[in-house]
């Protein structure tokens, strides 16, 4: 496991947003993240990537207990966060956005100081297409890209960026089923390249064909955290349909 959580819980004031948490994500490997709305998916991202800390539990990285103090701490262990609004400047060109807030690690690119245009576009364009990302001109602006090609690019740069865990945050909600198999092709690549990705969703038909583990939130708790041999799609989609009556199920249990 590059990143590990146990038992991690959070609250806001009144607020138990998360209880008891535990997941991970090896190399190579994709984890889901399943739960509808206020189950504690951005929650525990937010504490993954040094948004939020938790209150309770350990979050491990590499092995090692953390307790990560921001998002460039998380940054500089090499967890990335691809969030929804994706931080880009849609009237930038491609290549602009590629770089953009993003300082070179290792002084990969110490020539962008200067400006180094040519590099950088040369640099954008090479990426793009190892991740097998077909733009036709990176000097267009990133608005006139559609929302599955703008996550893929997202992508692309914090893998260029030196990220061994990606998070996403929901990529394809937003997006109709032709750019969510994009988006879900790109997160493939990235996992083939080596990286954990945490693949925050919805929807168990996204995250089923990419996972490789599967964690369920509903309301805060946890309703397990299943290897793909041990669960199919239509166990993985009524658990999410189920969830409230499950844990309505427990209550009336724990009442008797
Ligand atoms: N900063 C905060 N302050 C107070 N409450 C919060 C805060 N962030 C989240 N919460 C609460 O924690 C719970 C979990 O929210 P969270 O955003 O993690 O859910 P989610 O699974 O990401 O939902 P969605 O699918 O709608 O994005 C909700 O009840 C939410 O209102
Ligand atoms: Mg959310």
């Given at each position: 496991?590059?990143?590990?959580?146990?038992?991690i819980?959070k609250t806001?004031?009144?607020?138990l947003a998360?209880?008891?948490?535990?997941?991970?994500?090896?190399?190579?490997?994709v984890?889901c993240v399943?739960?509808?709305?206020g189950?504690g998916?951005?929650?525990l991202?937010?504490?993954?990537?040094?948004v939020?800390?938790?209150d309770t539990?350990?979050y491990?990285?590499?092995g090692k207990?953390?307790?990560?103090?921001?998002?460039?701490?998380?940054?500089?262990?090499?967890i990335?966060?691809v969030?929804q609004?994706l931080?880009m400047?849609?009237?930038?060109s491609?290549w602009?956005?590629f770089?953009?807030?993003?300082?070179?690690?290792?002084?990969l690119l110490?020539?962008?100081?200067?400006?180094?245009?040519?590099?950088?576009r040369?640099v954008?364009?090479e990426?793009?297409r190892?991740?097998?990302?077909?733009i036709r001109?990176v000097?267009q602006?990133?608005?006139?890209l559609?929302?599955?090609?703008?996550?893929?690019?997202?992508?692309?740069r914090?893998?260029y960026f030196g990220?061994?865990v990606?998070?996403l945050d929901?990529?394809?909600?937003?997006l109709g089923?032709k750019?969510a198999?994009v988006?879900?092709?790109?997160i493939a690549?990235?996992r083939?390249?080596?990286?954990?990705?945490i693949?925050i969703?919805?929807?168990?038909?996204h995250?089923?064909?990419?996972?490789?583990?599967?964690?369920?939130l509903n309301?805060g708790?946890?309703?397990?955290?299943?290897?793909?041999a041990?669960i199919?799609t239509q166990?993985?989609?009524a658990?999410m349909a189920?969830g409230?009556e499950l844990?309505?199920?427990?209550?009336e249990?724990?009442?008797e």
């Amino acid at each position: 496991m590059i990143l590990e959580t146990r038992g991690i819980g959070k609250t806001f004031g009144s607020v138990l947003a998360l209880r008891e948490v535990s997941m991970g994500v090896a190399a190579g490997q994709v984890t889901c993240v399943l739960g509808d709305n206020g189950a504690g998916k951005s929650t525990l991202i937010k504490i993954l990537s040094g948004v939020h800390q938790h209150d309770t539990g350990a979050y491990l990285v590499d092995g090692k207990e953390v307790r990560l103090s921001s998002p460039r701490d998380a940054l500089d262990r090499g967890i990335a966060t691809v969030y929804q609004d994706l931080a880009m400047i849609p009237l930038m060109s491609v290549w602009r956005n590629f770089f953009l807030g993003s300082e070179p690690r290792k002084g990969l690119l110490p020539g962008l100081k200067a400006f180094d245009v040519a590099k950088a576009r040369r640099v954008a364009r090479e990426e793009l297409r190892a991740m097998g990302i077909d733009i036709r001109d990176v000097d267009q602006p990133v608005g006139t890209l559609s929302g599955g090609e703008r996550q893929s690019v997202a992508i692309a740069r914090a893998v260029y960026f030196g990220a061994r865990v990606l998070i996403l945050d929901e990529p394809t909600s937003a997006l109709g089923v032709k750019q969510a198999g994009v988006v879900l092709r790109y997160i493939a690549r990235a996992r083939d390249r080596g990286l954990g990705v945490i693949f925050i969703t919805h929807n168990p038909h996204h995250a089923y064909p990419v996972g490789d583990r599967f964690l369920l939130l509903n309301r805060g708790t946890t309703l397990g955290e299943y290897a793909k041999a041990d669960i199919t799609t239509q166990e993985l989609t009524a658990l999410m349909a189920g969830g409230a009556e499950l844990e309505q199920l427990t209550h009336e249990l724990e009442r008797e």
